[in-house]
């Protein structure tokens, strides 16, 4: 059985920035459904706010809602894709170009990049195996 070098700096990298992003869009997610619930009971603050304001309160939650959707999609993907990159380390510049544009999504994309460290995490993980190259070595004789 041979063993197979992998980019692992790379996966590890990609990998925890996609649970990072995942985890931004699921709290979005779940803050959008808690904020949505209490403006419908009409408490307090929220509702003097909403009375101020009622055209942002209602376009900031569905934004919100997409946000969210958008940043549980982004992480998923850039797990598969850091998944990819450690299976198939032949095709590493091509899944590291996956991962750097997936990683730049989330920053545009009002997700927040997964706080911002999902973003960094995603890019350096993305450029680590796009420049990584496999160590050369002689087969005995």
């Given at each position: 059985?041979?063993?197979?070098?992998?980019?692992?700096?790379?996966?590890?990298?990609?990998?925890?920035?996609?649970?990072?992003?995942?985890?931004?869009?699921?709290?979005?997610?779940?803050?959008?459904?808690?904020?949505?619930?209490?403006?419908?009971?009409?408490?307090?603050?929220?509702?003097?706010?909403?009375?101020?304001?009622?055209?942002?309160?209602?376009?900031?939650?569905?934004?919100?809602?997409?946000?969210?959707?958008l940043g549980l999609a982004l992480g998923v993907l850039m797990i598969v894709g850091a998944v990819m990159l450690y299976n198939r380390s032949?095709?590493?510049?091509?899944?590291?170009?996956?991962?750097?544009?997936l990683s730049v999504l989330s920053l545009f994309a009002r997700t927040t990049?997964?706080?911002?460290?999902?973003?960094?995490?995603?890019?350096?993980?993305?450029?680590?195996?796009?420049?990584?190259?496999?160590?050369?070595?002689?087969?005995?004789?």
């Open positions: 059985m041979s063993l197979t070098e992998r980019p692992t700096a790379a996966f590890v990298l990609s990998l925890i920035a996609g649970l990072i992003i995942l985890l931004g869009g699921a709290m979005r997610l779940m803050f959008r459904f808690y904020w949505f619930r209490g403006m419908m009971r009409g408490f307090g603050a929220r509702l003097t706010g909403m009375m101020a304001f009622p055209g942002y309160a209602m376009m900031w939650g569905r934004f919100s809602f997409m946000d969210g959707i032949q095709r590493h510049v091509t899944w590291g170009t996956v991962i750097v544009i990049g997964g706080f911002g460290t999902g973003f960094i995490l995603g890019l350096v993980g993305g450029l680590l195996a796009i420049t990584w190259k496999p160590t050369q070595t002689q087969p005995k004789t």
